[in-house]
Structures are given as structure tokens and as C-alpha cells.
């Protein structure tokens, strides 16, 4: 019972602040939505019994990539200018093809025969367990994709010497 | 009614379908990414909800009961290095067409 009322009202602040970040007019308050369902989505882990999902949601998240977006806001200037528009014009195209997946995705869930069975939710230690043996290899793989996109990103944004 | 795995996935779907319309109609770059984040995000909720109610006993590697949770620690992961990237782009469009729309950014195209 508990875990229904969580779950709506996660899932209404989740729908609603990703509406209201891909429709707010001005892009800063549009990254402030953002991390709200940043947040929202991290009370969904919970309600899931992933509770280290949700702490990494949070901290990498809305710790780092909201943040990271909210800085490139503010170092990329003039797009407060309200006389351009904030969206292009394909905008009917886009909600009919998003609501047609929607309604495809519905059905597809609907229609799938799932094979549910209350699964007991792992704990961190047994996370961390498989993460260092079953899955060593992908996690050091990981590491180094995350150092190249880190040089590639400081390569990309540095300005050119002339 | 129970809440149960149905509920998540339309909930992920609709999330996704948020996101893919977010990055279908903004002309901010900065805003495409944005759309580009939660549908990551949809993803992330599909496979946490997988991981908690389906029974996998029977299925290759369904021994591993963390696959899921583990599958969306390198989702974040990937998607924290596609954020670095993307966002090291849009930098460096704004320095070179002083605007980061994306309609006006048509340099290679034919």
C-alpha cells in the first residue's frame, strides 16, 4: 500500500516536471525541471528497493550532469533572447510520432505475456560482490571509457591556438 | 490494485516518449541533450523494475540477480561520458557560430 502512494506520486512529479522541461520557454528553468526528475526518478529506485541505484541517481545526476548542463547554460550567452523561438517547427510532426510510440510501446507491455515473480532486491554488498568478480572486466573497461571521453571532452572545448 | 512491473514500464515509456519529443522540437542544443537525458532515464527505470519482479531462474544468466542494477550503473555511467562529450561540443559550436541552435549549425550538410 505503502509502495502504491509512493509510486504515484512519483510518477506524477516525474511526468510532470519532464513536460515541463521540454516545454519551458527559458533553457535555465528547463535544467531546474531537469533535476527535479532527476529526483523524482531516484524516489523511484527506492520504491524498487534499489537503494544504491538511487543514491548513484542522485549523486551523479543531479550532482553532475544537471549541474554540468546548468553551467553550459550560463557559459553559452544570448539565449535569453526572447524574440527567437524556442522550439523549431516540426513540432506537430513530433507529438504525433511521440504519442503513436507511446501508444505502440502501451500495447507491446499490455500485450507481453510477462513472467513476474517476486525476485528478493540484492543487496549493496552482493552488488558490489558481482561487480568486482562477474563483472570485472566490464567495470575496468568503463574506466577507461570514462578517462577518454574526459580528455576528448577538454581536447574538444579548448580553444584553438593560433 | 498492487502497483507491479506494467506499471513502471508504461511509466518508463511515457517518460521516453517525453524525452524523444523534447528532442525532436528544441532548437537548443543544450535542450536536445536535455531530452536526451530522460530517456536514459526511461531505460534506467525499465531495467531496475525488470530486475526487482521478473523471475528469471529460468533464463541464461538469471543467476546473477544484480544484472540489472549492475546493466544501469554502466548505463549512468555511459550517459555521464555522453553528457561530458555533448556538452564539450556545444561549447565548441557556440565559439565558432556564436549560437548553439541546432537549425542553424549546417555546416556538413550537403
Redesign the interface.
Known amino acids: 500500500m505503502k509502495q502504491t502512494i509512493l509510486f504515484y506520486i512519483f510518477a506524477l512529479l516525474i511526468i510532470v516536471s519532464a513536460i515541463l522541461t521540454v516545454r519551458m520557454r527559458n533553457i535555465f528553468h528547463a535544467g531546474l525541471f531537469l533535476i527535479l526528475t532527476f529526483v523524482g526518478v531516484a524516489g523511484l529506485y527506492i520504491t524498487l528497493d534499489a537503494e544504491f541505484i538511487a543514491g548513484v541517481q542522485v549523486l551523479i545526476y543531479v550532482g553532475a550532469i544537471a549541474i554540468l548542463i546548468l553551467f553550459a547554460v550560463m557559459l553559452t550567452q544570448g539565449i535569453y533572447d526572447k524574440t527567437q523561438a524556442a522550439t523549431n517547427k516540426q513540432q506537430f510532426g513530433a507529438l504525433v510520432l511521440s504519442v503513436i510510440l507511446l501508444v505502440l510501446l502501451v500495447l507491446i507491455i499490455m500485450a507481453t505475456e510477462w513472467i513476474t515473480g517476486n525476485q528478493a532486491a540484492p543487496s549493496i554488498s552482493e552488488l558490489a560482490i558481482d561487480l568486482m568478480r562477474k563483472f570485472a572486466l566490464p567495470f575496468e573497461i568503463v574506466s577507461v571509457v570514462l578517462l577518454a571521453a574526459l580528455l576528448g571532452a577538454v581536447v574538444i572545448a579548448r580553444k584553438e591556438e593560433k | 490494485?498492487?502497483?507491479?512491473?506494467?506499471?513502471?514500464?508504461?511509466?518508463a515509456?511515457?517518460?521516453?516518449?517525453?524525452?524523444?519529443?523534447?528532442v525532436?522540437?528544441?532548437?537548443?542544443a543544450?535542450?536536445v541533450?536535455?531530452?536526451l537525458?530522460?530517456m536514459f532515464?526511461a531505460v534506467?527505470?525499465n531495467l531496475?523494475?525488470f530486475?526487482?519482479?521478473?523471475?528469471?531462474?529460468?533464463l541464461p544468466g538469471g543467476q546473477?540477480?544484480?544484472l540489472g542494477?549492475?546493466f544501469?550503473?554502466?548505463i549512468?555511467?555511459?550517459?555521464?561520458?555522453?553528457?561530458?562529450?555533448g556538452?564539450?561540443?556545444?561549447?565548441?559550436i557556440?565559439?565558432n557560430f556564436?549560437?548553439?541552435?541546432v537549425?542553424e549549425v549546417n555546416l556538413m550538410k550537403w
Open positions: 490494485m498492487m502497483v507491479g512491473l506494467i506499471h513502471y514500464l508504461i511509466l515509456a511515457i517518460l521516453f516518449c517525453i524525452g524523444l519529443f523534447g525532436l522540437t528544441r532548437r537548443n543544450i535542450g541533450l536535455m531530452g537525458e530522460l532515464n534506467n527505470i531496475v523494475a530486475s526487482r519482479y521478473i523471475n528469471m531462474s529460468n546473477i540477480a544484480t542494477q549492475i544501469t550503473i554502466f549512468i555511467t555511459i550517459a555521464a561520458a555522453e553528457a561530458v562529450v556538452l564539450a561540443l556545444v561549447i565548441c557556440y565559439r556564436r549560437g548553439i541552435n537549425d
